[in-house]
């Protein structure tokens, strides 16, 4: 029998690359909003939507090129690209506001940890040099501006060109509460074109964070009120669910697409699964990639052809994340 879930996960990975240009064309058109092109405040809508369409599509016309020209001189070389849309990168678990309902478990952390610069260097200088390339890193915590020792590994990946071509953008994702460090900002401000910062909106506390971004001009957007799209995670317990459920799930989940998550050196395919199992609400299913301990350039990209054809992972039977429509109640007060 024709397995349809199957043959639609197939044309959804050999197209992984044209996702990456949806995620592109995003944040080409986030990145358009913060410069300053309104004027007196006021939009200018006749001009800001002819200046998105010219931009948004040399900026596309310019990626396409980028992808094809990787992914024909992969080809031509025999081997198939290593692609990503997009990866969390964990640089703490600290957090200053601990919301229920967080979908990176941070408040059921008992300890929570600032990650050491070193250990982030090698882990991500394996990575870029093993995939092909990736068009966001998000810098990601718990809190990420709780890390106050993020200049000098900005400062290395932005400017090294031998890892800068691997990546198009470094994106924090903050909350906003949090004012960044001097040097951060400095670093932030001086590479304006690989690094961004990501507001979520959790109304008005989140601005504190504005002013900072804006003296050093540091490129930012605020993210869509998280009220309206945040997912219920459900309650951690063992579903028992059967392989044709868990195969719908996972080829109906987001975060598997855009939020491959890394963390303490190990590329899980979601946050749920890589906290989760190392706060022990899960069992080690062994689905992740160790960039902490192997450096094979062979092995390593095995285990990423591994990982991207999975049809779900162990942790999918404790997760209601695809199952669950977003929720409107306040979550993270
Ligand atoms: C885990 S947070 C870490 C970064 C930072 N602390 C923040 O809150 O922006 C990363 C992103 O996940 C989002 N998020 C957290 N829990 C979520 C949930 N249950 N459903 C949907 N998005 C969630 C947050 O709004 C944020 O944009
Ligand atoms: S959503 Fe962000 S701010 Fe809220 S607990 Fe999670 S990491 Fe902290
Ligand atoms: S556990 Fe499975 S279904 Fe849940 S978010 Fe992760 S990949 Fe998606």
């Known amino acids: 029998m024709v397995n349809f879930i199957t043959i639609r996960n197939k044309i959804i990975n050999t197209f992984i690359v044209f996702n990456s240009l949806t995620d592109a064309r995003k944040y080409a058109y986030l990145n358009f909003k913060n410069k300053k092109r309104f004027k007196n405040n006021k939009m200018d809508y006749m001009s800001y939507g ?10 596309i016309f310019k990626s396409t090129i980028k992808y094809l020209s990787i992914y024909i001189s992969s080809l031509m070389k025999g081997y198939k690209p290593i692609i990503f849309n997009s990866m969390e990168m964990v640089v703490t678990e600290k ?20 990650k050491d610069i070193d250990d982030l260097s090698n882990y991500l200088s394996t990575f870029l040099d093993v995939v092909d390339y990736i068009s966001i890193i998000k810098i ?10 993020l200049s000098s590994f900005l400062e290395k990946f932005c400017s090294e060109e031998r890892y800068s ?11 906003g509460t949090v004012i960044p460090d001097k040097a951060t900002l400095n670093v932030m401000g001086l590479f304006k074109d690989k690094i961004e910062v990501r507001v979520s909106n959790y109304g008005k506390k989140s601005s504190k964070i504005i002013d900072s971004l804006i003296e050093n001009d540091v490129v930012y957007v605020i993210g869509k009120d998280s009220n309206s799209h945040w997912v219920d995670i459900g309650d951690l317990k063992r579903k028992n669910r059967d392989e044709l459920t868990l195969n719908k799930m996972f080829s109906e989940c987001e975060a598997k697409k855009n939020c491959n998550t890394l963390l303490d050196g190990k590329l899980y395919l979601c946050p749920f699964a890589a906290h989760g199992t190392k706060l022990g609400f899960f069992p080690d299913d062994g689905n992740f990639v160790d960039l902490s301990s192997n ?5 390593l990209r095995e285990s990423f052809y591994k990982i991207r054809s999975l049809k779900y992972i162990g942790t999918c039977d404790y997760c209601d994340i695809p199952l669950s429509k977003p929720y409107v109640e306040e979550s993270h007060n």
Request: aromatic share 12%; charged share 20%.
């Open 140 to 149: 990601m915590g718990g809190e990420p501006f709780l890390n106050r020792n």
């Open 295 to 299: 450096r094979n350039y062979k092995n």
């Open 50 to 59: 002819i200046k998105l369409i010219v931009f948004s599509t040399v900026f």
């Open 95 to 114: 957090c200053n506001l601990l919301c229920p309902g967080c979908i990176s478990l941070i408040p059921l952390y008992k300890d929570r940890e600032n």
């Open 165 to 175: 071509e691997k990546f198009n953008k470094l994106v924090f994702i903050t909350n």
